[in-house]
């Protein structure tokens, strides 16, 4: 549904200075899948947005909605867009901003009350429809942004930042969300550098950094891989880890970082310190399976 194809931009500035954005960048997302985005900050993911939105002409290479160029794309058919920042004038009240964006969106006349209050229901924002913009926090401002995307039931989603700003709870109901918006023919892309949202909602991680696709990674090929560094707590024995994990850094309270280089390893070394009559309480790796492929990933391309 949407494809890159050898994509690059090139940002030339008023003195004649070039810089590359985006660099040889190929992938496809499909129908029904939910695609993360991550990258460093200037790793040229609002690039990439922009380009499949159609605000920006690729350099080199192509970019296409359904077969079909973002513009004409989008101008035919609409896209559910969430951006990074979200704006909206500030005097304006939370339901008369979803009515001028239901408007924008095509919503006809007849309709736009009762999707308005789906909307509303949706994102939680019933105690706060008569609020000024200005009146919201940065959460519910989040939550507001998310109800103006989804007004309609657009093929593509691209969602940029979702979870910025919001809190545990509606972090929760993002995932749910994502979930209820799952469709055969819907392609969902969400750009995000909250690596364990990503992990938790995405089929496919595409990992980007200084313009170039670094690593695809599949969410549950990512859940199967070993992490190098884990953290163990010992509630008995402390004195024996270091003897065990010679590489042990000792964080106090009874806890360590320990490092292994695969799975096998880690449960060798975990039997010698049961023989030796240690009481773990928990082995947990320091970072999640994706946020160790991006660390991989990300290394690897500043060599």
């Known amino acids: 549904m949407i494809e890159f194809r050898g994509a690059g931009k090139v940002y030339t500035s008023r003195l004649g200075k070039s810089v590359r954005a985006l660099e040889d960048f190929s992938l496809r997302a499909e129908r029904g899948e939910v695609l993360g985005i991550a990258g460093p900050n200037g790793a040229g993911k609002s690039t990439l947005i922009g380009i499949a ?145 990503l992990e938790r909602v995405a089929d496919r991680v595409a990992i980007i950094d200084r313009g170039r696709l670094q690593r695809i990674v599949a969410t549950d090929g990512a859940a199967s891989r070993v992490a190098h560094s884990y953290r163990i707590s010992v509630s008995r024995g402390v004195e024996y880890v270091s003897e065990v994990f010679t590489d042990a850094r000792d964080l106090g309270n009874g806890a360590f970082e320990v490092m292994t280089s695969d799975v096998e390893s880690l449960n060798r070394a975990i039997g010698a310190l049961l023989e030796r009559g240690v009481l773990l309480t928990a082995v947990t790796p320091t970072y999640s399976s994706l946020e160790t492929q991006f660390r991989e990933a990300i290394g690897e391309a500043s060599r």
């Open 53 to 197: 939105l159609g605000y920006l002409r690729p350099s080199e290479g192509t970019v296409m909605l359904d077969g079909q160029a973002p513009r004409a794309f989008i101008e035919r058919n609409g896209i559910a867009y969430m951006s990074e920042l979200v704006s909206i004038p500030p005097k304006w009240t939370v339901e008369a901003a979803i009515t001028r964006y239901a408007l924008l969106a095509g919503i006809s006349t007849a309709n736009i009350a009762a999707r308005r209050q789906e909307s509303i229901e949706r994102l939680g924002l019933g105690e706060h429809r008569s609020k000024t913009v200005k009146q919201l926090s940065k959460g519910n401002l989040q939550r507001l942004g998310l109800a103006q995307a989804l007004l309609r039931d657009d093929a593509i989603v691209i969602l940029d930042e979702p979870t910025h700003g919001l809190d545990p709870v509606w972090t929760q109901r993002f995932r749910e969300l994502i979930q209820e918006l799952r469709a055969p023919d819907r392609t969902i892309l969400v750009a995000s550098h909250n690596l364990d949202e």
